[in-house]
């Protein structure tokens, strides 16, 4: 994804973070600058654009906030939510959403979750066939056809 944010050369005297190539800085943190004389520590805050259009740099365009101000303005913080792993049964928390309605633990358990059992020795008949074909016209995602047919995900996908 393209940022478009304008990199400019840095002002005479600039004491912030300069990038190597060619002495250039952000746009709107040279015009902050310009402004207020403060550089913005990356660390604890972000120079956000009011109307999001990263390209306009002028300064009644250009507000100062904390990163948390700034996730919470854009909705990026997700609640924590409380899981149960598919596969061990642990109980876990995870801030964020999750691909699809599985959910493990651990990338450990993600992996043998999704191999419940060893596909080469499964029996795939006609029925499991048709069951997949009709679970993936239903809309259910092969993570969740796998997990309810008790099927290795690989399975799923090879009678997509």
Not at 87 to 114: E, L, M, P
């Amino acid at each position: 994804m393209k940022s478009n944010y304008k990199y400019v050369k840095a002002p005479s005297g600039y004491p912030g973070k300069i990038y190597n190539w060619r002495s250039r800085i952000l746009e709107h943190h040279s015009v902050w600058w310009l402004e207020y004389g403060e550089i913005i520590d990356a660390n604890t805050h972000v120079i956000h654009h009011i109307n999001e259009n990263r390209s306009d740099n002028r300064i009644e365009n250009l507000q100062k906030m904390t990163i948390q101000e700034h996730l919470s303005h854009h909705n990026l913080v997700y609640k924590s939510k409380k899981y149960i792993c598919e596969y061990c049964n642990k109980n876990f928390i995870r801030s964020g959403k999750t691909k699809s309605g599985v959910s493990y633990c651990s990338r450990v358990c993600a992996g043998k979750g999704s191999i419940v059992t060893n596909s080469k020795n499964t029996n795939i008949d006609d029925n499991i066939i048709t069951q997949i074909k009709n679970l993936r016209q239903s809309g259910l995602s092969s993570y969740k056809i796998a997990a309810k047919l008790g099927i290795a995900r690989n399975t799923v996908m090879k009678y997509w």
